[in-house]
Protein backbone atom coordinates (compact mmCIF):
# COMPACT_ATOMS: atom_id res chain seq x y z
CA UNK A 1 0.00 0.00 0.00
CA UNK A 2 3.23 1.89 1.16
CA UNK A 3 4.65 1.75 -2.36
CA UNK A 4 1.23 2.31 -4.16
CA UNK A 5 1.35 6.01 -2.49
CA UNK A 6 4.63 6.43 -3.01
CA UNK A 7 4.20 5.79 -6.62
CA UNK A 8 1.46 8.31 -7.06
CA UNK A 9 3.20 10.64 -5.18
CA UNK A 10 5.75 10.66 -8.03
CA UNK A 11 3.40 10.62 -10.55
CA UNK A 12 2.21 14.36 -9.13
CA UNK A 13 5.88 15.56 -9.35
CA UNK A 14 5.85 14.56 -12.97
CA UNK A 15 4.62 16.79 -15.95
CA UNK A 16 1.02 15.70 -16.64
CA UNK A 17 0.44 13.99 -20.18
CA UNK A 18 -2.90 14.00 -21.89
CA UNK A 19 -3.36 10.36 -20.92
CA UNK A 20 -3.07 11.49 -17.54
CA UNK A 21 -5.78 14.14 -17.56
CA UNK A 22 -8.23 11.26 -20.07
CA UNK A 23 -7.92 8.87 -16.94
CA UNK A 24 -8.56 11.85 -14.46
CA UNK A 25 -12.07 13.00 -16.35
CA UNK A 26 -13.30 9.21 -17.09
CA UNK A 27 -13.12 9.91 -20.72
CA UNK A 28 -11.11 8.84 -23.73
CA UNK A 29 -7.79 10.70 -24.91
CA UNK A 30 -9.79 11.74 -28.38
CA UNK A 31 -12.28 13.76 -26.12
CA UNK A 32 -9.64 15.70 -24.08
CA UNK A 33 -7.66 16.32 -27.90
CA UNK A 34 -11.15 17.81 -29.27
CA UNK A 35 -12.19 19.22 -26.05
CA UNK A 36 -8.97 21.08 -25.49
CA UNK A 37 -8.65 22.31 -28.72
CA UNK A 38 -11.97 24.11 -28.89
CA UNK A 39 -13.72 24.31 -25.82
CA UNK A 40 -16.41 25.89 -27.25
CA UNK A 41 -17.31 24.33 -30.26
CA UNK A 42 -17.44 21.04 -30.21
CA UNK A 43 -19.86 17.49 -29.88
CA UNK A 44 -19.96 17.18 -26.18
CA UNK A 45 -22.08 18.31 -23.43
CA UNK A 46 -21.56 20.90 -21.13
CA UNK A 47 -21.02 18.57 -18.58
CA UNK A 48 -18.38 17.07 -20.49
CA UNK A 49 -16.61 19.52 -21.33
CA UNK A 50 -16.57 21.58 -18.06
CA UNK A 51 -14.89 17.95 -16.46
CA UNK A 52 -12.21 17.36 -19.03
CA UNK A 53 -11.12 21.26 -18.39
CA UNK A 54 -11.44 20.72 -14.69
CA UNK A 55 -9.28 17.91 -14.88
CA UNK A 56 -6.56 19.64 -17.24
CA UNK A 57 -6.66 23.13 -14.75
CA UNK A 58 -5.90 20.37 -11.38
CA UNK A 59 -3.57 18.25 -12.91
CA UNK A 60 -1.53 21.59 -14.47
CA UNK A 61 -1.95 20.32 -18.17
CA UNK A 62 0.43 22.09 -20.74
CA UNK A 63 0.25 20.95 -24.59
CA UNK A 64 3.20 19.81 -25.58
CA UNK A 65 4.74 22.35 -27.92
CA UNK A 66 6.44 20.09 -29.94
CA UNK A 67 3.40 17.56 -30.44
CA UNK A 68 1.50 20.62 -31.90
CA UNK A 69 5.08 21.43 -34.17
CA UNK A 70 4.61 17.87 -35.41
CA UNK A 71 0.91 18.34 -36.30
CA UNK A 72 1.89 21.40 -38.65
CA UNK A 73 0.98 24.18 -36.43
CA UNK A 74 2.41 26.99 -36.00
CA UNK A 75 3.07 28.11 -32.76
CA UNK A 76 1.51 31.65 -30.90
CA UNK A 77 4.87 33.11 -30.65
CA UNK A 78 7.00 36.18 -32.79
CA UNK A 79 10.30 36.31 -32.94
CA UNK A 80 11.36 39.82 -32.88
CA UNK A 81 15.11 40.24 -34.19
CA UNK A 82 16.60 44.18 -32.73
CA UNK A 83 20.31 44.95 -34.14
CA UNK A 84 21.32 46.91 -30.61
CA UNK A 85 19.69 46.15 -27.61
CA UNK A 86 21.88 48.89 -26.03
CA UNK A 87 20.45 51.61 -27.81
CA UNK A 88 17.72 53.24 -26.24
CA UNK A 89 15.25 53.13 -28.98
CA UNK A 90 15.17 49.25 -29.10
CA UNK A 91 13.73 48.76 -25.58
CA UNK A 92 10.59 51.09 -26.40
CA UNK A 93 9.89 49.43 -29.16
CA UNK A 94 10.33 46.13 -27.32
CA UNK A 95 7.95 47.19 -24.70
CA UNK A 96 5.05 48.67 -27.39
CA UNK A 97 5.71 45.50 -29.61
CA UNK A 98 5.13 42.80 -26.45
CA UNK A 99 2.36 44.49 -25.47
CA UNK A 100 0.23 44.46 -28.43
CA UNK A 101 1.43 41.17 -29.19
CA UNK A 102 0.11 39.90 -25.62
CA UNK A 103 -3.03 41.63 -26.08
CA UNK A 104 -3.61 39.21 -29.28
CA UNK A 105 -2.60 36.38 -27.95
CA UNK A 106 0.57 36.05 -29.12
CA UNK A 107 4.07 35.84 -26.45
CA UNK A 108 7.44 37.54 -27.88
CA UNK A 109 10.73 36.20 -28.38
CA UNK A 110 13.80 38.78 -28.87
CA UNK A 111 16.61 38.06 -30.28
CA UNK A 112 19.84 40.59 -30.22
CA UNK A 113 21.80 40.18 -33.78
CA UNK A 114 24.40 42.63 -32.61
CA UNK A 115 24.43 44.16 -36.20
CA UNK A 116 25.20 41.15 -37.62
CA UNK A 117 23.51 39.44 -40.77
CA UNK A 118 25.48 36.13 -40.20
CA UNK A 119 23.39 36.22 -36.55
CA UNK A 120 20.58 36.87 -38.36
CA UNK A 121 20.59 34.10 -40.46
CA UNK A 122 21.53 31.76 -37.48
CA UNK A 123 17.69 33.18 -35.88
CA UNK A 124 15.71 32.59 -38.81
CA UNK A 125 16.88 29.55 -38.88
CA UNK A 126 16.18 28.71 -35.15
CA UNK A 127 12.76 30.50 -35.74
CA UNK A 128 11.91 28.60 -38.84
CA UNK A 129 12.77 25.11 -36.27
CA UNK A 130 9.98 26.45 -33.98
CA UNK A 131 7.65 27.05 -36.30
CA UNK A 132 6.88 30.58 -35.28
CA UNK A 133 3.49 32.25 -36.32
CA UNK A 134 5.32 35.20 -37.89
CA UNK A 135 8.76 37.39 -37.16
CA UNK A 136 9.45 41.02 -37.00
CA UNK A 137 13.05 42.71 -37.65
CA UNK A 138 14.44 45.91 -38.08
CA UNK A 139 17.66 44.79 -39.95
CA UNK A 140 21.00 45.63 -39.35
CA UNK A 141 22.69 49.06 -40.36
CA UNK A 142 24.23 47.68 -43.53
CA UNK A 143 23.02 47.63 -47.64
CA UNK A 144 23.98 43.80 -47.73
CA UNK A 145 21.64 41.42 -49.72
CA UNK A 146 21.84 38.91 -47.82
CA UNK A 147 18.92 40.06 -45.65
CA UNK A 148 16.91 40.22 -48.33
CA UNK A 149 17.59 35.94 -48.66
CA UNK A 150 16.90 36.03 -44.78
CA UNK A 151 13.59 37.13 -45.86
CA UNK A 152 12.87 35.43 -48.62
CA UNK A 153 13.99 32.38 -46.29
CA UNK A 154 11.23 32.75 -43.70
CA UNK A 155 8.74 33.16 -45.98
CA UNK A 156 9.16 30.56 -48.10
CA UNK A 157 8.52 28.35 -45.24
CA UNK A 158 4.98 29.89 -44.41
CA UNK A 159 6.45 32.49 -41.94
CA UNK A 160 5.04 36.01 -42.74
CA UNK A 161 7.78 38.81 -41.97
CA UNK A 162 7.40 42.55 -41.25
CA UNK A 163 10.15 44.80 -41.27
CA UNK A 164 10.20 48.19 -39.19
CA UNK A 165 12.40 51.27 -39.22
CA UNK A 166 15.14 50.38 -40.95
CA UNK A 167 14.08 50.12 -44.84
CA UNK A 168 14.93 48.34 -47.96
CA UNK A 169 13.39 49.37 -51.20
CA UNK A 170 13.69 46.47 -52.92
CA UNK A 171 11.61 44.39 -50.37
CA UNK A 172 8.16 43.23 -50.78
CA UNK A 173 7.28 42.51 -47.12
CA UNK A 174 5.35 44.79 -45.43
CA UNK A 175 6.80 47.91 -43.57
CA UNK A 176 6.48 49.87 -40.38
CA UNK A 177 8.02 53.37 -40.12
CA UNK A 178 8.01 56.76 -40.11
CA UNK A 179 8.01 59.37 -42.94
CA UNK A 180 12.12 59.73 -43.05
CA UNK A 181 12.21 62.36 -45.54
CA UNK A 182 9.72 64.69 -44.00
CA UNK A 183 11.35 63.90 -41.04
CA UNK A 184 14.42 65.46 -42.10
CA UNK A 185 12.58 68.31 -43.19
CA UNK A 186 10.72 69.45 -40.30
CA UNK A 187 13.64 69.60 -38.13
CA UNK A 188 15.77 71.23 -39.98
CA UNK A 189 12.68 73.89 -40.54
CA UNK A 190 12.56 74.11 -37.13
CA UNK A 191 16.46 74.89 -36.90
CA UNK A 192 16.20 77.22 -39.49
CA UNK A 193 13.10 79.05 -37.58
CA UNK A 194 15.27 79.22 -34.02
CA UNK A 195 17.55 81.78 -36.51
CA UNK A 196 20.29 79.20 -37.71
CA UNK A 197 21.59 79.54 -40.98
CA UNK A 198 24.55 77.29 -41.36
CA UNK A 199 23.48 73.82 -40.19
CA UNK A 200 25.50 71.14 -40.51
CA UNK A 201 23.66 67.59 -41.18
CA UNK A 202 26.13 64.70 -40.10
CA UNK A 203 25.29 61.18 -42.30
CA UNK A 204 27.29 58.41 -43.06
CA UNK A 205 28.72 57.32 -46.41
CA UNK A 206 26.40 55.16 -48.45
CA UNK A 207 23.81 56.04 -46.20
CA UNK A 208 20.74 52.93 -45.89
CA UNK A 209 17.46 54.18 -47.60
CA UNK A 210 16.12 55.49 -44.25
CA UNK A 211 19.49 57.70 -43.68
CA UNK A 212 19.50 58.92 -47.27
CA UNK A 213 15.70 59.80 -47.15
CA UNK A 214 16.66 62.04 -44.08
CA UNK A 215 19.28 63.44 -46.13
CA UNK A 216 17.22 64.49 -48.88
CA UNK A 217 14.69 66.04 -46.35
CA UNK A 218 17.40 68.53 -44.62
CA UNK A 219 18.82 69.49 -48.28
CA UNK A 220 15.37 70.63 -49.26
CA UNK A 221 14.43 72.29 -46.30
CA UNK A 222 18.08 74.42 -46.66
CA UNK A 223 17.41 74.93 -50.32
CA UNK A 224 13.59 75.92 -49.87
CA UNK A 225 14.26 78.19 -46.66
CA UNK A 226 17.39 79.65 -47.12
CA UNK A 227 18.41 79.14 -50.88
CA UNK A 228 22.24 77.95 -49.59
CA UNK A 229 24.52 74.76 -50.20
CA UNK A 230 24.19 72.90 -47.43
CA UNK A 231 27.10 70.93 -46.10
CA UNK A 232 27.14 67.37 -45.25
CA UNK A 233 29.76 66.16 -42.71
CA UNK A 234 30.24 61.85 -43.54
CA UNK A 235 31.88 60.77 -40.43
CA UNK A 236 30.91 57.38 -38.72
CA UNK A 237 34.46 57.28 -36.31
CA UNK A 238 33.73 56.91 -33.41
CA UNK A 239 36.44 59.27 -32.04
CA UNK A 240 34.13 62.49 -33.28
CA UNK A 241 32.56 63.42 -30.22
CA UNK A 242 29.84 66.06 -30.36
CA UNK A 243 29.77 68.41 -27.74
CA UNK A 244 28.93 72.30 -27.07
CA UNK A 245 31.90 73.61 -28.09
CA UNK A 246 32.13 74.95 -32.29
CA UNK A 247 33.54 72.49 -34.67
CA UNK A 248 34.23 72.36 -38.17
CA UNK A 249 32.62 70.10 -40.80
CA UNK A 250 34.34 67.74 -42.17
CA UNK A 251 33.61 65.84 -45.78
CA UNK A 252 33.84 67.04 -49.69
CA UNK A 253 30.96 69.25 -48.82
CA UNK A 254 31.68 70.67 -45.42
CA UNK A 255 35.37 71.32 -44.79
CA UNK A 256 35.84 74.01 -43.78
CA UNK A 257 32.33 75.89 -42.52
CA UNK A 258 31.28 76.36 -39.17
CA UNK A 259 27.99 75.42 -38.53
CA UNK A 260 25.98 77.46 -35.91
CA UNK A 261 23.58 74.05 -35.48
CA UNK A 262 24.51 70.51 -35.81
CA UNK A 263 21.59 68.05 -37.73
CA UNK A 264 22.39 64.04 -37.06
CA UNK A 265 20.05 62.10 -38.97
CA UNK A 266 22.32 58.27 -38.13
CA UNK A 267 21.71 55.37 -35.83
CA UNK A 268 24.78 55.16 -34.11
CA UNK A 269 26.06 52.05 -34.71
CA UNK A 270 27.43 49.93 -31.34
CA UNK A 271 31.00 50.85 -31.82
CA UNK A 272 30.02 54.09 -30.90
CA UNK A 273 27.11 54.08 -28.61
CA UNK A 274 29.66 55.20 -26.09
CA UNK A 275 28.87 58.44 -27.41
CA UNK A 276 27.04 60.88 -25.23
CA UNK A 277 23.44 60.26 -25.46
CA UNK A 278 22.36 63.62 -26.10
CA UNK A 279 24.33 63.49 -29.54
CA UNK A 280 22.53 60.70 -31.19
CA UNK A 281 19.48 60.55 -33.21
CA UNK A 282 18.59 64.69 -32.35
CA UNK A 283 20.21 68.13 -33.57
CA UNK A 284 22.44 69.90 -31.56
CA UNK A 285 22.49 73.35 -31.25
CA UNK A 286 26.18 74.87 -31.00
Known amino acids: MGGKHAARGEKKNQRAKIT??????????????????????????????????????????????????????HLSVIGLIIPDLMNHFYPEVTTGFSKQA???????????????????????????????????M??????DERELEVIKRLNSMDIPVVRFDRYNANETCPFVGIDNYHAGYYITEKLIKAGHKKICCLAPKNPVYIVS??????????????????????????????????????????RGILPSSLLEVIWMPLSASKLPLHSRLMSLVI
Open 20 to 73: DVAEYAKVSVATVSIILKDPKNNRFSEKTVKKVLAAAEALQYQPALFAQQMKGK
Open 213 to 254: ERCKGYLSAMEKNTGLKAPVAHSMQKSLVLSTRPCKASGSQG
Open 102 to 136: NALGYNVILLNSDNSIDQEQVFADALIRMRVAGVA
Open 138 to 143: CGVYST
